[in-house]
């Protein structure tokens, strides 16, 4: 069994330094604004934008046992909190689960 799990560990690091090696090595030959390029980026956000969705929709795990109007509340606050925190990724995402603790726990 331990065998298997290193195996696993060795196969999938080797998958993900593999690709970011890849990457590194042609970074510098990409032109940013090609429309290859863009598509890309449109796929990147569409599908981070799909599961995402689906976390919400379809939500797995303890996030099931919240309701939609709670889910709701917490994405309308942490949208708020993106724009007041000028664009900022981290604040939203921090406090989008103190939010949803808090609110779950109030209304549960």
Partial sequence: MATNILLAILVTSIATYSSRFLGVLTSERINENSKIYRWFNCLAYSTLA????????????????????????????S????????????YPTVFSAIILFFING???
């Avoid at 303890?62 to 994405?75: G, K, M, N, P, W």
């Avoid at 949208?79 to 981290?90: A, D, G």
């Fill in 79 to 90: 949208i708020l909190i993106f724009y007041v925190t000028k664009k900022n990724l981290v």
């Fill in 50 to 77: 799909a599961l995402i969705s689906r976390m919400i929709i379809f939500p797995a795990g303890i996030l099931a046992e919240s309701d939609y109007f709670i889910r709701l509340i917490v994405i309308v606050l």
């Fill in 106 to 108: 109030y209304f549960a």
